[in-house]
Nanobody, 123 residues
Framework: QVQLVETGGGSVQAGGSLRLSCTASGLTYSSSCIGWFRQAPGKEREGVAQIYTDGGTTYYADSVKGRFTISQDNAKNTVYLQMNSLKPEDTAMYYC????????????????WGQGTQVTVSS
């Protein structure tokens, strides 16, 4: 059974930083895509950042490039999302997701999802 446990959400003022963590279990971590997605009230879910654990290839949404960094600790089966220079428009529920891709990329759909952690950025 795949389990994704997210921690690290909270409230911060604009310009501040937060770090989210996602610890995965029940899947072959070494050949996985693990990513962060977010959904704000009334908006569609959007991809934020993803990482292919075998090699560390990363993917970022244009809206977070230069501000957010996704990284991993293979020994802990954990992926981090360091969020700097946060803006009010970053306010959303952030979800960790995982999948085992057939093509070695993180450009497909994700089968496994965490419960989410709330990030609120005030102006």
């Amino acid at each position: 059974q795949v389990q994704l446990v997210e921690t690290g959400g909270g409230s911060v003022q604009a310009g501040g930083s937060l770090r989210l963590s996602c610890t995965a279990s029940g899947l072959t971590y070494s050949s996985s895509c693990i990513g962060w997605f977010r959904q704000a009230p009334g908006k569609e879910r959007e991809g934020v950042a993803q990482i292919y654990t075998d090699g560390g290839t990363t993917y970022y949404a244009d809206s977070v490039k230069g501000r957010f960094t996704i990284s991993q600790d293979n020994a802990k089966n954990t992926v981090y999302l360091q969020m700097n220079s946060l803006k009010p428009e970053d306010t959303a529920m952030y979800y960790c997701a995982a999948d085992i891709p057939n093509d070695g990329t993180c450009e497909g759909s994700f089968a496994y999802w965490g419960q989410g952690t709330q990030v609120t950025v005030s102006s």
